[in-house]
């Protein structure tokens, strides 16, 4: 294997929002040999590198489900923003639901509900971490807001209308399952768009050429580097684009049984540090 593509929810990071010390060495010795190691998440890049810089590692990104790539200097390398026309109409029909959602920019992330905020993040650590008391999750959810990870703005208007943002994703959230299986649907009608989800109570909308797996097969290639030599490993369905192209997939012990399907190997839960034994494994 010359690259090693992690997603971090649910498994490089614990229910705390942390990297294990065996899931850090494990990158480490793996980079020490050459070996290739990007992140690729849904996060923002700024929520992303939050968590790799207390641990002290330096990774390229592929953030936002692929909707940016940057290099492990934090340089952008590729953007796939949603059209503006695309962001407005899957806003309305967002807000016409009834759903709450954010926006992912180029410019950060940004939320007109703080409250909502720290519940969607907590929808994903739940969702990704099962069994998980809820004030070890809320502890790591509220750290996002307290960090300045999202910042608040009051109309999301401003966003759309303004050149100076580009829009790479709407994160939706909702316990209401008709709400947002309503929302879902009706998004899915709309052209060059992609819906996935990384969490039960969730939704992610970006442009149909933001997938994690197209952005993995555009950054190997630029690094001369074949799919059949990259490992991807990941727990959730934004994951499934890139488990299903690399030449080894490795589905979390933790991840549903589907997507434990879809994978080549299936190591140990992202608590148990399942990355690191994934990695071990082809060093």
């Known amino acids: 294997m010359k690259c090693i593509a992690s997603d971090m929810d649910g498994t490089l990071l614990t229910a705390a929002q942390e990297l294990t010390p065996e899931n850090r060495e494990a990158i ?21 590198v939050y968590v790799l810089k207390k641990a002290g590692l330096q990774c390229p990104v592929i953030c936002v489900n ?17 059209g503006d026309r695309q962001a407005e109409e899957a ?8 759903v709450y959602f954010e926006v992912y920019t180029n410019k950060g992330t940004f939320t007109d509900d703080e409250d909502k905020a720290v519940t969607i993040i907590a929808d994903i650590i739940s969702s990704a971490n099962p069994g998980v008391p809820l004030e070890k999750i809320m502890k790591g959810a509220e750290e996002r807001v307290r960090a300045g990870l999202v910042h608040k703005i009051n109309d999301y208007a401003s966003l759309f209308s303004s050149p100076e943002y580009q829009i790479y994703k709407l994160l939706a959230f909702s316990f209401d399952d008709g709400k947002l299986s309503g929302a879902q649907e009706r998004i899915r009608t709309m052209e060059g768009v992609e819906v996935t989800s990384s969490g039960s109570e969730n939704i ?35 994951d499934v684009s890139m488990l299903r192209i690399a030449g080894r997939s490795v589905a979390m012990g933790n991840a549903s049984e589907e997507i434990k399907a879809i994978c080549t190997a299936v190591t140990i839960t992202n608590e148990e540090s399942g990355v690191a034994k994934a990695i071990n494994e082809v060093l």
Do not use: C, H, W
Not at 91 to 98: H, I, R, T, Y
């Open 91 to 98: 806003a309305k029909l967002l807000k016409d639901s009834g």
């Open 66 to 82: 692929g909707a940016e790539v940057r290099s492990k200097e934090g340089e952008v390398l590729a953007v796939n923003p949603l």
């Open 28 to 48: 480490k010795r793996a980079q020490a040999q050459g070996i290739e190691v990007v992140i690729a998440t849904g996060r923002s890049y700024d929520e992303a």
């Open 204 to 238: 992610e909308v970006t442009s149909k050429d933001a997938q994690k797996g197209i952005a993995l097969e555009a950054f190997v290639k630029a690094k001369g580097i074949a799919l059949a030599e990259t490992m991807a490993i990941g727990d959730n369905y934004n």
